[in-house]
């Protein structure tokens, strides 16, 4: 027979495991002198996390309001790489600060992971995401740095005191070569171990190689010309929900890839989402041998 006290227990582990923040609203005047606002993203400040930021990658609908819509379409791009660059760089929302820009708080959201958070405030808020004709399985690709944000904050939650022990500030490294590797996450395992991120959720084989090829390449230059005795490869395969050429494409560049890793004996991980990744990566952070 369940008590009462367990039934409210129950309960409190299960609300306890949600992500729960401010969100708010980003918002671009393309004229000053009109002063007309439209929606172009989601900004998401979760409880003991990082600010999380997404704006619009597809830009059909707003082509259709202007007369120069490649001039539009320019300016809306360089509107959301700004909100981004001011949002990743700076925790403080109230210096969330431009001419054309505004970022403007509107609640309280949660869910079970950031990316759902954002996701469901990008559908409901942000028209401007959808594109002008909807088709049925369109793709929209997860990049790399969406992967990271993502799974960073989720880590916040997972890892608790020991998050920065295992997710450095700057994700980045400069080797001796002068070039910037990306080793997000670390752990100490009979010496010091990095790993890094990859996305291979595109549609284009030229992408999908050249994120595949970067993988490898930070981490040979990681174990060879940098302090670090082992790395592993985190790899975001391609989603479902792809057409049914481009998918296979992608698969087959994918086993490929994961063919020669195993040749040179460099462990990895795939995850079918970015959740199922963050909980890869959040074990291998707290796994020892």
């Known amino acids: 027979m369940l008590h009462i006290d367990e039934l409210f227990d129950r309960r409190q582990v ?4 949600l992500v729960q923040g401010k969100w708010f609203r980003v918002q671009w005047t393309p004229d000053t002198a009109a002063g007309e606002r439209l929606n172009i993203g989601i900004a998401f400040m979760p409880k003991g996390g990082r600010p999380v930021i997404q704006t619009i990658d597809e830009f059909s609908r707003l082509r259709c309001f202007y007369d120069h819509p490649e001039r539009a379409e320019y300016h809306a791009k360089v509107a959301c790489r700004v909100a981004e660059v001011m949002v990743d760089s700076e925790p403080d929302p109230l210096k969330w600060v431009s001419p054309q820009l505004q970022i403007l708080e509107g609640g309280v959201a949660q869910g079970e992971s950031v990316s759902e958070v954002i996701d469901r405030l990008m559908v409901d808020l942000v028209p401007l995401s959808t594109p002008k004709v909807l088709r049925s399985g369109r793709h929209r690709p997860i990049s790399k740095k969406r992967a990271y944000q993502n799974i960073d904050v989720d880590l916040v939650f997972r890892l608790g005191a020991k998050y920065r022990d295992h997710v450095p500030k700057d994700p980045k490294i400069k ?3 002068g070039i910037d590797i990306f080793l997000p996450f670390r752990r100490e395992d009979n010496g010091l171990e990095a790993a890094t ?3 291979a959720d595109y549609v284009t084989v030229d992408r999908v190689q050249s994120e595949l090829f970067q993988g490898h390449r930070d981490i040979s230059l990681a174990t060879e010309r940098e302090k670090f005795h082992k790395g592993t490869v985190f790899i975001l ?4 929900d792809m057409q049914s050429k481009p998918l296979k494409v ?6 490929e890839f994961t063919r020669y890793l195993t040749s040179y004996g460099i462990p990895y ?3 079918e989402t970015t959740g199922e990744l963050t909980e890869k ?3 291998w952070c707290q796994q020892v041998a």
């Not at 299960?14 to 495991?17: A, E, F, L, V, Y």
């Not at 395969?237 to 479902?240: E, V």
């Open 281 to 283: 990566v959040s074990k």
């Open 237 to 240: 395969r391609p989603s479902s």
């Open 14 to 17: 299960c609300t306890t495991s």
């Open 250 to 255: 992608a698969e087959e560049k994918l086993t």
């Open 269 to 271: 991980q795939i995850g």
């Open 197 to 199: 991120l990859v996305s």
């Open 175 to 177: 080797t001796d070569l």
